[in-house]
């Protein structure tokens, strides 16, 4: 009998974090999906995909923060919140050291959100909004 490839594993708690951004996700939860120790999973998951579990983490919530930034007009702080981090001040730090501006100038630089989405904002919210069925109990 063949045995699974480690990636394979891996690629579990990848597709979580993808599916679940939003959620209070920790490297427990991840190791779980794969089903590998906390510190083995860390190993792993860095040397396999280059970069840490946290940092696969924030990088996926900072994407869709930019992309909400981009496409809807809500405000900064309810971004924030919406891609699952808590504290604004470090979502501004870590979102300027990513896309070299603050949330606020990076969507400044862009144009109007109204001019490019043809979906009224309010079913944006809606269609955005993570879901309560699909929390991690």
């Known amino acids: 009998?063949?045995?699974?490839?480690?990636?394979?594993?891996?690629?579990?708690?990848?597709?979580?974090?993808?599916?679940?951004?939003?959620?209070?996700?920790?490297?427990?939860?991840?190791?779980?999906?794969?089903?590998?120790?906390?510190?083995?999973f860390s190993r792993m998951f860095t040397r396999t995909f280059g970069e840490s579990p946290r940092a696969y983490l924030q990088t996926r919530r900072l994407e869709r923060a930019?992309?909400?930034?981009?496409?809807?007009?809500?405000?900064v702080a309810d971004v924030c919140v919406m891609v699952g981090l808590r504290s604004v001040g470090s979502f501004t730090t870590s979102f300027a050291r990513v896309y070299g501006k603050p949330p606020a100038a990076y969507r400044?630089?862009?144009?109007?959100?109204?001019?490019?989405?043809?979906?009224?904002?309010?079913?944006?919210?809606?269609?955005?909004?993570?879901?309560?069925?699909?929390?991690?109990?």
């Open 108 to 137: 400044a630089s862009l144009p109007p959100a109204a001019s490019r989405a043809r979906v009224p904002s309010c079913i944006l919210q809606r269609d955005t909004r993570p879901r309560a069925d699909s929390r991690i109990k």
């Open 66 to 75: 930019a992309a909400l930034l981009r496409y809807t007009d809500r405000t």
């Open 1 to 40: 009998m063949a045995q699974v490839p480690p990636v394979r594993y891996l690629l579990r708690a990848k597709d979580l974090v993808d599916a679940r951004y939003a959620e209070p996700i920790t490297v427990d939860d991840l190791a779980a999906a794969a089903g590998l120790s906390r510190a083995h």
